[in-house]
Nanobody
Framework: QVQLVESGGGLVQPGGSLRLSCAAS????????MGWYRQAPGKERELVAT???????NYADSVKGRFTISRDYARNPVLLQMNSLKPEDTAVYLC?????????WGQGTQVTVSS
């Protein structure tokens, strides 16, 4: 089974940091474009950050300067470092891999930013 599994979510106070990891099994994702998305209750799923197979990154305006997406080829296909977290960052964060017609999603990890 090819799958992505997110981890690293949790409860953090405003201004705090979290690092999300996306573990892969059953395949190689080195040639895939990877991304992090999030979905809050009652809202549409939105793109947070993406990184291409050539390590070109793109960020949503709402997270620029605070979040960093990167690859860890040794262990995980993609990481998301989140700093200066805000309550509005609260959502389920999902890892995504895309390559041609291939489109794979993880189960998601909950991030809650609250005092």
């Amino acid at each position: 089974q090819v799958q992505l599994v997110e981890s690293g979510g949790g409860l953090v106070q405003p201004g705090g940091s979290l690092r999300l990891s996306c573990a892969a099994s059953g395949g190689s994702f080195s040639l895939s474009a990877m991304g992090w998305y999030r979905q809050a209750p009652g809202k549409e799923r939105e793109l947070v950050a993406t990184i291409t197979s050539g390590d070109i990154t793109n960020y949503a305006d709402s997270v620029k300067g605070r979040f960093t997406i990167s690859r860890d080829y040794a262990r995980n296909p993609v990481l998301l470092q989140m700093n200066s977290l805000k309550p509005e960052d609260t959502a389920v964060y999902l890892c995504n891999a895309r390559r041609g017609l291939f489109d794979l999603w993880g189960q998601g990890t909950q991030v809650t930013v609250s005092s």
